[in-house]
């Protein structure tokens, strides 16, 4: 058996053997359980569709007013863009920035990365540097957040309800459309199953990509790709031989840069979660929103936003709040340390839970947003001139810069880590 048999686990690193799947299953690490890789049937085919149907629908939504609110014959409407344009007008432009490439820009680099790359395959033609798409597509992925857009939408449609009459707009429908087609694009499209389809139509065995490498090396005295001496590419999956006593190199199939860990992953995981924890004290003290009307002037905190919710008899929303606006950030930051803290002192405790622990951090932390968008979603709308107007705080860019910090966290931090520890000390 060679090496282009054999695939390493992103999350343990453990090496395994590639088994051929029927449709619909799913590959685990026999380790740590996490994904290795999918067999979806028909992938291509209903990712595409998918994806064509989410642009189009995307367009729409982009187009129409999201929602609108009436107050004594006077309409307010707002589109998504308009509504980070009013941010930007205010001298928010750090969460306009945010919203805009949370919302408009990486979702669209998704679909037409995923649009680019299957439209060619469909046909069995390769497109053009599919390498560097695809890696885009990696990195965009996470920040499209479009799913908690969608949950802020309905929050500060609650809060609108109480002081005017709510219109709501074709776009938010077009939104939870988008929405639903995405995640069933997500669920279809399976990068190593793209990468195998690559390789076939450039009629490529991927033993030629890799050397030969005795599969008792691996089996016996090298259980994982580090031990072993091989790179495994994040990107594309693919393993690889470095140069002699080299430490880094470039994938032979993607191009990307090759490393045994993540450089310098604790510290920077380490610069992150402080500079998210210095963050922290001022976005939930400091004012979220300020709001100016006939009646006075009113500051509102994220705290006060979940009162106002419960106090109104909409203690579900209040819940939902209360745990991605407050208790998930904390917990993430918590968890971060946790997971940190033990990989640099090389704790053997229970590694497959903390990479469950690691999972789950990841999985999370986009929905802090929530709260951004609320806020977004009312200042666009409660714009009245004397009768009331709503402007965002400084807690706000405080706490969307919480949020961007945890998952670059999440992100710089390699789980491999954790499991380095219960290698023998000789190694």
Same mark, same amino acid.
């Given at each position: 058996?060679?090496?282009?048999?054999?695939i390493?686990?992103?999350?343990?690193?453990?090496?395994?053997?590639?088994?051929?799947?029927?449709?619909?299953?799913?590959?685990?690490?026999?380790?740590?359980?996490?994904?290795?890789?999918?067999?979806?049937?028909?992938?291509?085919?209903?990712?595409?569709?998918?994806?064509l149907?989410?642009?189009?629908l995307?367009a729409?939504?982009?187009?129409?007013p999201?929602?609108?609110?009436?107050?004594n014959?006077?309409?307010v409407?707002?589109?998504?863009?308009?509504?980070?344009?009013?941010?930007?007008?205010?001298?928010?432009?750090p969460l306009?920035?945010?919203?805009?490439?949370?919302?408009?820009?990486?979702?669209l680099?998704d679909?037409?990365?995923?649009?680019y790359?299957?439209?060619?395959?469909?046909?069995?033609?390769?497109?053009?540097?599919?390498?560097?798409?695809?890696?885009?597509?990696?990195?965009?992925?996470?920040?499209?957040?479009?799913?908690?857009?969608?949950?802020?939408?309905?929050?500060?449609?609650?809060?609108?309800?109480?002081? !005017?009459t +709510?219109? *709501?707009?074709i776009?938010?429908?077009? #939104?939870? %459309?988008?929405?639903?087609?995405? /995640?069933? $694009?997500?669920?279809?499209?399976?990068?190593?199953?793209?990468?195998?389809?690559?390789?076939?139509?450039?009629?490529?065995?991927? !033993?030629? +990509?890799? *050397?030969?490498?005795?599969?008792?090396? #691996?089996? %016996?005295?090298?259980?994982?790709? /580090?031990? $072993?001496?091989l790179?495994?590419?994040?990107?594309?999956?693919?393993?690889?031989?470095?140069?002699?006593?080299a430490?880094?190199?470039r994938?032979?199939?993607c191009?990307?840069?090759?490393?045994f860990?993540?450089?310098?992953?604790?510290?920077?995981?380490? $610069?992150?979660?402080?500079?998210?924890?210095?963050?922290?004290?001022?976005?939930?003290?400091?004012?979220v929103?300020?709001?100016?009307?006939?009646?006075?002037?009113?500051?509102?905190t994220?705290?006060?936003?979940?009162?106002?919710?419960?106090?109104?008899g909409?203690?579900?929303?209040?819940?939902?709040?209360?745990i991605?606006?407050?208790?998930v950030?904390?917990?993430?930051?918590?968890?971060?340390?946790?997971?940190?803290?033990?990989?640099?002192?090389?704790?053997?405790?229970?590694?497959?839970r903390r990479?469950?622990?690691?999972?789950?951090?990841?999985?999370?932390g986009?929905?802090?947003?929530?709260?951004?968008?609320?806020?977004?979603?009312?200042?666009?709308?409660?714009?009245?001139n004397?009768?009331?107007?709503?402007?965002?705080?400084?807690?706000?860019?405080?706490?969307?810069?919480?949020?961007?910090l945890?998952?670059?966290?999440?992100?710089?931090?390699?789980?491999?880590?954790?499991?380095d520890?219960m290698?023998p000390?000789?190694?």
């Amino acid at each position: 058996m060679n090496a282009a048999r054999l695939i390493a686990c992103h999350e343990c690193d453990l090496l395994q053997r590639e088994t051929v799947l029927t449709g619909g299953a799913v590959a685990r690490c026999r380790r740590c359980g996490a994904t290795l890789y999918r067999s979806p049937p028909a992938s291509v085919d209903r990712a595409l569709a998918f994806t064509l149907a989410a642009m189009v629908l995307f367009a729409v939504a982009n187009a129409f007013p999201i929602v609108g609110l009436s107050v004594n014959g006077t309409l307010v409407e707002t589109t998504l863009f308009g509504a980070a344009r009013i941010l930007y007008d205010d001298g928010v432009w750090p969460l306009a920035g945010l919203v805009f490439v949370t919302t408009l820009l990486m979702p669209l680099l998704d679909m037409a990365a995923v649009t680019y790359v299957l439209l060619p395959l469909r046909s069995g033609h390769v497109p053009r540097r599919p390498d560097i798409v695809l890696r885009v597509l990696r990195r965009v992925t996470p920040w499209g957040m479009i799913e908690v857009l969608i949950l802020g939408m309905l929050v500060a449609l609650v809060k609108l309800a109480a002081i !005017a009459t +709510v219109v *709501p707009g074709i776009a938010m429908l077009a #939104f939870g %459309a988008v929405m639903l087609l995405l /995640a069933a $694009a997500a669920a279809t499209f399976d990068h190593h199953d793209i990468w195998t389809r690559i390789d076939i139509a450039r009629s490529t065995v991927r !033993a030629s +990509v890799t *050397p030969a490498t005795p599969v008792a090396q #691996f089996s %016996a005295s090298a259980p994982t790709a /580090a031990r $072993a001496g091989l790179f495994v590419c994040h990107d594309c999956g693919l393993l690889s031989k470095p140069a002699s006593h080299a430490h880094e190199g470039r994938c032979p199939r993607c191009g990307s840069h090759l490393h045994f860990r993540k450089p310098g992953s604790i510290a920077r995981t380490w $610069a992150f979660v402080i500079a998210a924890v210095v963050l922290y004290i001022p976005a939930n003290m400091l004012p979220v929103m300020d709001t100016s009307s006939l009646f006075g002037a009113q500051t509102d905190t994220i705290l006060s936003g979940v009162v106002y919710l419960w106090t109104s008899g909409s203690w579900p929303l209040a819940a939902i709040v209360f745990i991605a606006s407050i208790a998930v950030p904390m917990l993430k930051i918590i968890a971060l340390v946790f997971l940190v803290l033990t990989a640099q002192l090389r704790w053997r405790w229970l590694p497959e839970r903390r990479t469950r622990i690691y999972r789950l951090v990841e999985l999370v932390g986009r929905w802090s947003m929530l709260d951004i968008y609320v806020i977004t979603i009312l200042v666009a709308l409660v714009q009245f001139n004397a009768l009331a107007t709503i402007k965002a705080g400084p807690g706000a860019i405080a706490f969307g810069a919480v949020v961007v910090l945890t998952m670059f966290a999440a992100m710089s931090f390699d789980p491999r880590l954790i499991w380095d520890a219960m290698e023998p000390d000789h190694e």
